[in-house]
C-alpha cells in the first residue's frame, strides 16, 4: 500500500541550529517526492520537489530509494521556519492523476 | 491573480443535513483536487477532476459524497446526510494539467457537523 509516514509530530529547535525533518514512503512504482509547507494562517503551498533538486528557502530534500526517505534538511534554522510540514508523493508515469499521499505532517518550532 | 478560493470558509451544520461545498479553482487550470483533512492529520485525495469529468474518484468514503465540475471551472463538493465524522476541513487544489504539475490549495472549507 502507499503511504507516507513523518515519525515526529513535532520538532522543536534553537534558531541556528540545523534542522532534519524526517520522511519515508512505502510505495511500489516511481514516486515524485514534494514537501509542502502551511505557515501559520495561511493555505498550504508547495515547498520543494525532489524532480526539480531545488533549494528553497534554504531547505533541501534528496531522495533516497534505498531507504525509501525523502528527509528535509536545512543547515541553519530561522524562526519564520516555524510552520507545519507535510511529506507527499506521486505516481509518476503516464495515466498517473496526480494524487498526493501524504504524510501526517510535522510542526517546526525554532525557539530564539 | 487571484489563487484558489473555497466558500464558505466555515460550515456548522447538523447531523443528516445536506451541505454543498465550492471551489473556484486558478483560471485555466483544467486539473482539480478535492482533499479532506481530519484533525491531526495530513490531507486525505477525495476526487480528481480532468475537465468537467471525475477522472478518478477513488477517494470518495461512501455514496453520501458526490462532487461535480459541470463547466469544467467551479467544482461543488455535495454530501449528504451528514455525519459528526464528516467534520473535517476540506480543501480544494487545481494544477495547470494533470500529473505532477504543481497544486495550488485553497484555504479550505471547515465542516462541523454537531
Known amino acids: 500500500a502507499q503511504r507516507v509516514t513523518q515519525p515526529e509530530k513535532l520538532l522543536s529547535v534553537f534558531k541556528g541550529a540545523p534542522v532534519e525533518l524526517k520522511c519515508n514512503y512505502s510505495?511500489?512504482?516511481?514516486?515524485?517526492l514534494f514537501w509542502y509547507v502551511q505557515y501559520s494562517r495561511q493555505r498550504l503551498q508547495l515547498l520543494l520537489r525532489h524532480i526539480s533538486r531545488e533549494s528553497i528557502k534554504g531547505f533541501t530534500a534528496d531522495l533516497n530509494k534505498g531507504e525509501t526517505s525523502f528527509h528535509l534538511k536545512k543547515p541553519f534554522a530561522q524562526e519564520e521556519d516555524s510552520a507545519m510540514y507535510y511529506c507527499a508523493l506521486s505516481e509518476i508515469g503516464s495515466g498517473n492523476t496526480g494524487k498526493l499521499i501524504f504524510g501526517q505532517g510535522t510542526t517546526l518550532q525554532v525557539k530564539p | 491573480g487571484a489563487g484558489v478560493s473555497q466558500t464558505p470558509s466555515n460550515k456548522v451544520t447538523e447531523k443528516g443535513k445536506y451541505v454543498e461545498l465550492r471551489c473556484d479553482p486558478i483560471s485555466g487550470h483544467t486539473a482539480l483536487y478535492w482533499y479532506r483533512q481530519s484533525l491531526g492529520q495530513g490531507p486525505e485525495f477525495l476526487i480528481y477532476?480532468?475537465?468537467?469529468?471525475?477522472?478518478?474518484d477513488s477517494g470518495l468514503p461512501n455514496d453520501r459524497f458526490f462532487a461535480v465540475r459541470p463547466e469544467g471551472s467551479v467544482s461543488t463538493l455535495k454530501i449528504q446526510r451528514t455525519e459528526r465524522g464528516d467534520s473535517a476541513v476540506y480543501l480544494c487544489?487545481?494544477?495547470?494539467?494533470?500529473?505532477?504539475?504543481?497544486?495550488?490549495f485553497g484555504p479550505g472549507t471547515r465542516l462541523t457537523v454537531l
Open positions: 510505495y511500489s512504482g516511481s514516486p515524485e
Open positions: 487544489a487545481s494544477s495547470l494539467g494533470w500529473g505532477t504539475d504543481t497544486q495550488y
Open positions: 477532476f480532468q475537465g468537467t469529468g471525475a477522472a478518478d
